[in-house]
């Protein structure tokens, strides 16, 4: 093997196969600092002394200067879950509400120039959150949030815009897109919660007897209308029997006339009796004539042929001659 020749000073100089060697070590340790990958849930940028001069948001192989920089950063979906609030809702009532926000990075170049980091972001989105949070609770009816109907719709929209307004925001001042929020609290103080119990009780009560004023108020109507319909088919059933009876006394009369034309005589007689046993009381006596037409029939067989206590065809007397 060749030595190292020594220069004046005693110190070993490198032969060139060391050099070469040195050359090589100094070549792959740059190489091995220009050549970075990406992975499938990472976007990645190259810095040149702080200044951004890629932004890869692929996976695969890249290539840098080994003087510059890689900031590596997840991009998968976070779950941020912010601290409790007190809010005051539209009617000043003070509520503690708190949300939960999914995130991820959408901007990496904005990303890097604003917060960099996970805590710093979700340190920004918890601002984001507390003010947009706030605000839709301040215009919104308690109700929306906390009622005995369901109105989970109108919690929902309310959300929704919560979302809409975090996801603008976010995305334009720090790169992070809001995926959802979530309303993960909301009651109310403890320092409160019996005054406000009490009043919601008696807000039920109110409404309770809301809805038994109506109810009666409806029955009285269905009575009514009952009562109007039972009189109307009573004047209809009144104005049917009424009907049938004048039918039935016509009836009646015509065949009484017919009764009449043909024993006019016996007919006389049936309402002579019919006159005396209505004005005879049940204990009462009455006294008649012999000749009374009463007594007609009980010594005449024929009497109906002729005229009752006047002359007849067959005799002045009533009876018929030998």
């Keep these: 093997m060749a030595r190292d020749r020594l220069d004046t000073k005693g110190w070993a100089r490198p032969t060139p196969r060391g050099i070469a060697i040195i050359v090589a070590v100094i070549v792959a340790a740059a190489a091995w600092k220009s050549v ?24 695969g192989l890249g290539f840098k200067y080994p003087y510059q920089s890689l900031q590596v950063f997840d991009r998968r979906v976070f779950v941020y879950a912010a601290a409790s609030n007190e809010f005051l809702t539209l009617e000043k009532t003070p509520v503690v509400a708190a949300g939960t926000v999914l995130w991820r990075v959408g901007d990496p170049k904005r990303y890097f120039e604003t917060v960099a980091e ?10 984001v959150l507390y003010a947009e949070l706030g605000a839709a609770i301040g215009r919104t009816p308690i109700a929306t949030f906390v009622s005995v109907a369901f109105e989970g719709d109108q919690a929902d929209r309310v959300m929704a815009e919560v979302t809409a307004r975090c996801r603008a925001v976010a995305f334009r001042d720090y790169g992070i897109e809001v995926v959802d929020v979530q309303l993960a609290e909301f009651d109310f103080p403890k320092q409160s919660r019996a005054r406000l119990y009490a009043r919601m009780k008696s807000e039920r009560g109110r409404i309770s007897m809301q809805y038994r004023s109506e109810g009666e108020e409806s029955g009285l109507k269905v009575r009514a209308g009952a009562e109007e319909e039972k009189g109307r088919i009573l004047a209809g059933a009144l104005e049917s029997s009424l009907r049938v009876r004048g039918d039935g006394d016509a009836a009646a009369a015509g065949l009484y006339g017919e009764a009449l034309g043909q024993a006019p005589d016996f007919f006389a007689f049936l309402r002579s009796l019919d006159a005396a046993r209505l004005s005879i009381g049940k204990d009462a006596s009455l006294v008649l004539p012999a000749d009374s037409p009463l007594f007609g029939p009980l010594h005449d067989s024929d009497y109906f042929a002729g005229s009752p206590g006047g002359s007849t065809k067959n005799g002045n007397d009533g009876r018929k001659q030998p």
């Design 36 to 59: 970075f990958t990406v992975d499938e849930a990472q976007d990645a940028i190259v810095t040149d002394f702080g200044r951004p001069t890629q932004i890869i948001t692929t996976p």
């Design 118 to 127: 996970r805590s710093a972001a979700e340190s920004r989105l918890g601002d």
